[in-house]
């Protein structure tokens, strides 16, 4: 292992994706390492709000059809556009709603309790939101989520065992929802061999993509994966609040969508203002009302770079980056209270580390102090996302030296050990 700088400075020159960086606004007195929060806002994505909005100045209602971007196909368009990244057909991927809106328009369409099937499966560590939509979704069917809400555990607090999963559907599960990628731990989970061993036991399955879109390659079409939601201000880095995406496969087009709207229409019926609903015929049936605009306009110019990337190239810096840091932590912070928490093998590993320390929050508060922006989980998680499109090794490099620093002054102890 080379713990030089200047190595740090040689990887970045070999670095292919190194040009991506000068499109994003980044602060050069920091060290952004919470993309995986909320992704940076690129010039191109800036341009593509500018555009939108000019629209909207230039065309007024008829913005809807004309202009560069006519609204009323935007959704459409920037589903498209994510495609690739999720390994699915245009077709079956829509921009639209937010991850929880998406979820509860999901499990509304997917999950159809009946005689003896009557579960929903889900996992101890997903996120809060998700579990609250399932729970939620029983009770609109009368059902007790205590009963009925099967969440698999975890054996270490930070991972899943795909065994454990799919011993876990049994023929009382009626619908599966898992991540693709834990939030906290940055575990993948094997989205192929679940698939399949649902598929085997006829139950829909679905994955919130929310940490894993725009950091590893997916082949949803190709697994026969039923559906599956995003966020995109994360790894697509469309912005606050920007809008989220879904991904349904196509042998389900045709289906009535569990929660309509007059865009879940079909196209060319939807101004024929009928009072009897003709569903698209691909995953656009899965909107609701009308898009929003001005909140998808990032995407224009982000999904764009992101393609230009391509997630092959993006998912390989990825994994030398966080390979990186991993060794200059195991050589350099011998701290023994500094335990790495996400898994170690490649292919079990997401786009960002989690250290964990009885101290983090104080950590978290001195590494900020010192212009790096890490993201405190509690009680004990420091997540550290350095991003293939804008982060670079010599960041990497510099934070472990500041960490290091820290810990080892003790200069962390300056700072009360709880969350902000
Ligand atoms: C970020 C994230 C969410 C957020 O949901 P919103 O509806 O966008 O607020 C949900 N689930 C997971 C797993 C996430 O990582």
């Known amino acids: 292992m080379n713990t030089d700088h200047s190595y740090a400075r040689q990887l970045d020159e070999a670095d292919q994706l ?40 230039d065309y007024a209602i008829d913005g809807w059809t004309e202009g560069e971007n006519p609204w009323f196909y935007l959704s459409e368009k920037l589903g498209a556009m994510s495609a690739p990244l999720i390994g699915a057909k245009p077709e079956e991927t829509i921009v639209t709603g937010s991850t929880t809106t998406n979820l509860h328009q999901l499990t509304a369409s997917f999950y159809k309790p ?22 939620s979704q029983l009770q609109l069917h009368g059902l007790h989520p205590d009963e ?31 991540p ?47 559906f599956a ?29 569990g929660l309509s709207g ?27 009302g009308t898009p929003h ?31 990186y840091m991993l060794e200059l932590i195991d050589s350099r912070l011998k701290d023994q209270k500094l335990k790495v928490a996400n898994p170690r093998e490649e292919k079990e590993r997401g786009g960002h580390v989690l250290l964990e320390h009885p101290q983090a929050a104080a950590i978290c508060k001195a590494l900020k102090s010192k212009g790096v922006i890490p993201d405190f989980r509690t009680p004990n998680g420091i997540r550290l996302a350095p991003v293939a499109l804008y982060n670079t090794f010599e960041e990497v490099w510099k934070t472990v030296d500041i960490l290091k620093t820290i810990l080892d002054d003790e200069s962390y102890k300056n700072y009360q050990n709880e969350r902000e």
């Open 114 to 135: 009946e005689g003896n099937r009557t579960k929903i499966l889900a996992d101890e560590l997903n996120f809060p939101s998700d579990i609250y939509a399932l729970k």
């Open 262 to 288: 007059w865009f879940s229409s079909l196209k060319e019926k939807q101004f024929d203002m009928e009072h009897t609903l003709t569903p698209a015929h691909d995953a656009g049936a899965y909107q609701i």
């Open 18 to 57: 190194r040009d991506f960086r000068h499109e994003f606004y980044i602060d050069k007195k920091k060290i952004y390492f919470d993309g995986n929060s909320l992704g940076l806002l690129s010039k191109r994505a800036e341009a593509s709000v500018t555009s939108l909005l000019n629209s909207w100045k």
């Open 148 to 178: 009925h809400l099967v969440q698999v555990k975890s054996k270490d607090g930070h991972t899943l065992d795909t065994s454990e999963i799919i011993e876990a559907m049994t023929d009382d599960i009626a619908l599966i929802v898992l």
């Open 293 to 323: 605009i001005l909140s998808a306009a990032p995407l224009l110019g982000s999904l764009e770079m992101i393609g230009e990337a391509g997630i092959g190239r993006i998912r390989e810096k990825s994994l030398s980056l966080t390979d």
């Open 180 to 226: 693709g990628v834990l939030y906290r731990s940055g575990q993948v989970l094997d989205m192929e061999a679940l698939t399949k061993a649902a598929q085997e036991r006829g139950i829909p399955i679905g994955f919130d993509l929310c940490h894993s879109i725009g950091s590893v390659p997916h082949q949803l079409s190709a697994w026969g994966t039923d």
């Open 229 to 257: 939601f995003w966020c995109t201000y994360k790894h697509l880095n469309g912005g606050p609040g920007s809008v989220a995406g879904l991904y349904v496969n196509e042998k389900h087009f045709g289906n009535e969508p």
